[in-house]
């Protein structure tokens, strides 16, 4: 669960935050000892070293930087902590830290760090464990310079034309396909269709393009630094035709709600949204979405969650709420944090006492984390339909296990989720940034084991199958057309309570369209282009976002 800002979020900890308790002193029945000459001695701290099996607290070694950073913290205002180190420290700092806060710490083989640079010591640092399906059970070990981490975690607003892209191979032959595009974005004002395949980017060829000079033109088009940068794309459409258009880049705010409609079906009126990232600034389209549910007497209700990474968890508490209501949230729990066996009760990282997240039923006032005293709105469901692919993450998932919870029936329509019951708490050391995992959440019921993503089944054997339609992405038809794919089986199944016999579409096949590509030698060197899109996405939006625990105004 990744934090914006390290002022604002209770678990965005700095290293100046995460100091623990360190050595003791002691006391002798004998006098001291006079020495000569009769000036006090300062106690010389022992070097460092490793030990196999023994850990002295991180508090030890936590901030000595073999390159400290020197000055002021452009993003907290503070003196950075470091102090002179040394390589040893920070590696000591990291196995020490793993081993009080990992989830799975007991798991993680304990080497001698001499033998690793700092990054590559810290990669050794996690479970070598697989799920039951044979995935690695630690998929979301990771670091990012600290620098860039702030500025993809605190920047709201920014530079891009209003793609939201399905991303492919980052390599020849690459693939890269419009999912949808923002709403008032130059990509929407000049009419790029869901399914849009990316063909040539100012006359370089996307998928087949393997020199440095065509990959450097590529990222600097794709990935604008700042407004008004002109790109000229060509894409293959779905009927098979081609676009060209060129692009000024913008300032991009993105809308996570989007295409709230109500549709009318043999069972009555269902609802349906698009909903894109539990950000703060989507609570009053929320809001407004469910009272204008409430107000069409809607008795069935279609989340299309297929893009949503995650996002903050008090949003996903309060949307689970709109839909459950009341009577089914009175006194449950939306999810709580499990940690370590160290840590029953307290939390290892912020030291304050492990308390459930409850399902919020106020509009809650984000910049001063406080209840107003407006009620949200409901529909007090018994059932929902959730429209899902593998970048449905996180607190999205967290959504379908806290109704899940509440014996609220999840139809999951779709594919198999990413599978994120995990979190952890970014933390900064000598101009790093690390993630390891340290909690997972858990529902009213107790259940987390979602590793390997919640999965539709005719008929659920496992907790982690939910009743649904596997339906391939259909990316022949908008979002929120009734005959799109996956929105037109959630409405049979509504219907009917069974998938409908041809639960896939042709247009999904648009996605790895690499025709043309000619450089299939494998022994030559491929160059990929960056993707700081996809680094926010894997350090910021995919998580879950805790926050302070959210108080009544007073």
């Not at 006359?203 to 020199?211: E, M, P, Q, V």
């Not at 279609?302 to 709109?322: E, F, H, K």
């Not at 609220?408 to 101009?431: H, M």
Request: glycine content about 8%; overall charge negative.
């Amino acid at each position: 669960m990744i934090a914006f800002k390290y002022s604002t979020i209770a678990f965005a900890v700095t290293i100046s935050l995460l100091t623990g308790c360190g050595g003791g002193g002691g006391s002798s029945d004998n006098p001291p000892v006079a020495t000569t000459p009769s000036t006090p001695t300062t106690p010389v701290e022992t070097a460092p070293k490793w030990e196999a099996g023994i850990y002295e607290p991180q508090s030890r070694f936590i901030a000595k930087c073999e390159n400290p950073r020197r000055g002021t913290d452009p993003f907290t205002g503070d003196a950075y902590p470091d102090t002179q180190g040394s390589a040893l420290e920070e590696k000591l700092w990291l196995r020490s830290w793993t081993n009080e806060t990992y989830l799975w710490y007991d798991e993680v083989p304990d080497r001698d760090p001499a033998n690793y640079s700092i990054l590559d010591y810290f990669d050794l640092l996690k479970t070598n464990e697989v799920t039951a399906s044979g995935n690695r059970k630690d998929q979301f070990h990771g670091s990012i310079d600290t620098a860039e981490y702030n500025a993809l975690s605190q920047s709201g607003i920014s530079s891009g034309y209003g793609f939201n892209w399905k991303q492919g191979s980052v390599t020849v032959p690459r693939w890269r396909t419009v999912n949808f595009t923002e709403p008032n974005s130059p990509a929407a004002t000049a009419n790029v269709p869901r399914g849009a395949v990316l063909k040539r980017v100012n006359g370089i060829d996307y998928i087949n393009d393997n020199t440095q000079r065509g990959v450097d033109i590529l990222n600097a088009a794709l990935f604008p630094d700042k407004p008004s940068i002109v790109t000229n794309f060509e894409f293959r459409l779905p009927d098979d035709s081609s676009l060209s258009v060129d692009l000024t880049s913008s300032d991009i705010v993105l809308s996570p709600v989007q295409n709230v409609k109500v549709l009318d079906s043999q069972n009555g009126r269902v609802g349906y949204f698009q909903f894109n990232a539990f950000l703060t600034s989507a609570q009053q389209d929320l809001v407004d979405a469910f009272d204008s549910f409430v107000e069409q007497n809607v008795t069935e209700l279609v989340i299309d969650l297929r893009y949503n990474g995650g996002g903050r968890l008090a949003l996903a508490s309060q949307l689970s709420y709109m839909v459950a209501g009341p009577s089914q949230t009175n006194n449950a729990i939306f999810e709580t944090l499990r940690f370590n066996d160290k840590s029953p009760s307290i939390n290892p990282v912020t030291r304050e006492p492990i308390r459930p997240t409850p399902f919020y039923d106020k509009v809650i006032d984000y910049s001063e984390s406080e209840f107003t005293d407006v009620q949200l709105p409901s529909l007090s469901l018994t059932r929902v339909y959730v429209l899902t692919t593998d970048a449905t993450c996180s607190a999205s998932e967290a959504v379908m296990n806290a109704l899940r919870g509440i014996d609220v029936e999840v139809v999951q329509i779709g594919s198999r989720t990413c599978g994120k019951p995990f979190g952890f708490y970014p933390t900064d050391n000598c101009g790093e940034t690390y993630f390891t995992i340290q909690f997972q959440g858990v529902n009213n019921k107790g259940f987390g084991d979602y590793a390997d993503g919640f999965r539709p089944a005719s008929t659920p054997n496992f907790d982690f199958e939910l009743p649904g339609c596997r339906v391939e992405d259909d990316l022949s038809k908008s979002l929120g057309d009734p005959n799109e794919g996956m929105l037109s089986a959630a409405l049979h199944y509504a219907a009917t309570g069974s998938c409908p016999e041809v639960a896939s579409s042709n247009g999904s096949a648009l996605i790895e369209d690499t025709s043309g590509f000619e450089n299939a030698s494998s022994d030559k060197k491929l160059i990929p282009i960056e993707s700081p899109e996809q680094r926010r996405k894997t350090f910021i939006l995919h998580n879950k976002i805790d926050q302070p625990v959210i108080e009544k105004r007073k």
